[in-house]
């Protein structure tokens, strides 16, 4: 081994335990990049408990209403966006947890019939109360 080896590995070992700037600064961009991808994650579950109790306080709201009102159908709507809003609340968490892409259609058409559903029932409703005469 020569002078010129050792000096090779000396400069070797000193470069892992003393990184220069440009090491030193690649390392503080992967540290950086991991901190923003976790913080994104947790950003992303937090937004999807807050989109879940949307969904659970919206459906408690109609189906209370409704039940007082005594109105079945729309009762059963306020159920359904509880149901609803609990799949997809576990689903999107599995996906998250797991990095799994988010390209479901069960993201796309999920709300779609919803807002159909949510029509219908009010239809329903509205043609109901056509039969009722009101006096002013």
């Keep these: 081994m020569t002078s010129y080896d050792i000096h090779k590995i000396d400069n070797q070992l000193h470069h892992i335990y003393h990184p220069n700037s440009e090491?030193?600064?690649a390392m503080d961009r992967t540290i950086l990049s991991e901190d923003r991808?976790?913080?994104a994650m947790d950003d992303f579950k937090l937004s999807n408990l807050n989109t879940f109790?949307?969904?659970?306080?919206?459906?408690?709201?109609?189906?209370?209403?409704a039940f007082t009102f005594n109105k079945f159908w729309i009762c059963i709507l306020g159920l359904l966006l509880i149901v609803y809003g609990t799949i997809e609340f576990y689903y999107t968490d599995?996906?998250?947890?797991?990095?799994?892409?988010?390209?479901?259609?069960?993201f796309y058409y999920g709300p779609v019939l919803l807002t159909i559903l949510i029509i219908i029932v009010f239809v329903i409703e509205?043609?109901?109360l056509k039969?009722?005469?009101?006096?002013?």
Excluded: C, D, Q
């Design 23 to 25: 090491t030193k600064l």
């Design 53 to 65: 109790m949307a969904y659970m306080r919206t459906g408690l709201a109609i189906a209370v209403i």
């Design 37 to 39: 991808t976790r913080i």
């Design 131 to 136: 039969h009722y005469k009101f006096k002013f």
């Design 94 to 106: 599995y996906i998250v947890t797991n990095n799994l892409p988010l390209t479901s259609k069960y």
């Design 126 to 128: 509205t043609e109901e």
